[in-house]
């Protein structure tokens, strides 16, 4: 695990437009889906990964030493999402979404392609079919960029799925398409601009979000010794 922290993390947009790529997994790391990670080697090997959030990019840092992008890489609105949106209309690459319920994606789709008209959305479908609906929709759809809002774990297992089967560029993105769909602020943001600038994003999750908070107290400080096992093992050997 920690050769796979130490050599696979990514700055995206970096990555891609210096070596444009046309088959990638794109996924991103917290203290929830470490666990998942760990289990299986078979992605490590192939998967590219981002932070989400501070906490897990500053513990990780630590423990593994490594250099990594003080820039926010989520899938969202305020950070990485308009870059991968600006980069396919430029590349004229079509994208497929993959999240939310049906009426969450349809709102989304709305959205996007209010903010987005160079976009080429070539079909999309609701994060609650099983993996082999969404897969067989994605590569009947014909689509060079996925984005997968599937929610941990689904949306690691379906995008590993995917590449093995499929040429493309692959993200994970979390509750984006939900949060997106259900957003009141002014260019599909999730947060509020005066969270964004404060950092106070965690926060804002917990209040909106209480299963959130349940997933910290859990995982998080559990994350924190296995990372620090995991290094120490990796040091010995």
Same mark, same amino acid.
């Given at each position: 695990?920690?050769?796979?922290?130490?050599?696979?993390?990514?700055?995206?947009?970096?990555?891609?437009?210096?070596?444009?790529?046309?088959?990638?997994?794109?996924?991103?790391?917290?203290?929830?889906?470490?666990?998942?990670?760990?289990?299986?080697?078979?992605?490590?090997?192939?998967?590219?990964?981002?932070?989400?959030?501070?906490?897990?990019?500053?513990?990780?840092?630590?423990?593994?030493?490594?250099?990594?992008?003080?820039?926010?890489?989520?899938?969202?609105?305020?950070?990485?999402?308009?870059?991968?949106?600006?980069?396919?209309?430029?590349?004229?690459?079509?994208?497929f979404f993959a999240g939310g319920d049906e009426s969450e994606v349809e709102?989304?789709?709305?959205?996007?392609? &209010?903010? +987005? =008209?160079?976009?080429?959305?070539?079909? *999309?479908?609701? @994060? $609650?079919? !099983?993996?082999?609906?969404?897969?067989?929709?994605?590569?009947?759809?014909?689509?060079?960029?996925?984005?997968?809002?599937?929610?941990?774990?689904?949306?690691?297992?379906?995008?590993?799925?995917?590449?093995?089967?499929?040429?493309?560029?692959?993200?994970?993105?979390?509750?984006?398409?939900?949060? &997106?769909? +259900? =957003?009141?602020?002014?260019?599909?943001? *999730?947060?509020? @601009? $005066?969270? !964004?600038?404060?950092?106070?994003?965690?926060?804002?999750?917990?209040?909106?979000?209480?299963?959130?908070?349940?997933?910290?107290?859990?995982?998080?400080?559990?994350?924190?010794?296995?990372?620090?096992?995991?290094?120490?093992?990796?040091?010995?050997?």
């Amino acid at each position: 695990m920690i050769k796979f922290l130490s050599n696979r993390y990514v700055d995206v947009m970096d990555y891609l437009n210096s070596s444009n790529p046309r088959e990638e997994l794109f996924v991103y790391l917290n203290p929830f889906n470490y666990f998942y990670y760990r289990s299986r080697p078979d992605i490590q090997k192939i998967a590219r990964y981002r932070m989400d959030g501070f906490y897990t990019n500053f513990v990780v840092s630590f423990f593994c030493d490594i250099a990594l992008s003080p820039s926010r890489q989520s899938f969202d609105m305020t950070s990485l999402a308009p870059k991968i949106f600006d980069y396919c209309a430029e590349k004229q690459l079509s994208i497929f979404f993959a999240g939310g319920d049906e009426s969450e994606v349809e709102i989304f789709i709305n959205k996007i392609r &209010t903010l +987005n =008209s160079g976009l080429k959305i070539s079909g *999309y479908c609701s @994060g $609650y079919l !099983n993996d082999a609906d969404i897969i067989n929709k994605i590569k009947q759809s014909g689509a060079d960029v996925v984005v997968l809002g599937l929610g941990n774990i689904k949306q690691e297992r379906v995008g590993f799925c995917l590449i093995e089967q499929y040429k493309a560029l692959v993200f994970t993105c979390g509750a984006f398409i939900s949060q &997106t769909a +259900n =957003s009141n602020v002014c260019g599909g943001a *999730y947060y509020p @601009g $005066y969270i !964004n600038k404060l950092n106070l994003r965690w926060c804002y999750r917990f209040f909106k979000e209480p299963h959130v908070f349940t997933r910290v107290v859990k995982y998080y400080p559990k994350f924190l010794f296995q990372l620090f096992v995991d290094s120490r093992f990796d040091i010995r050997n």
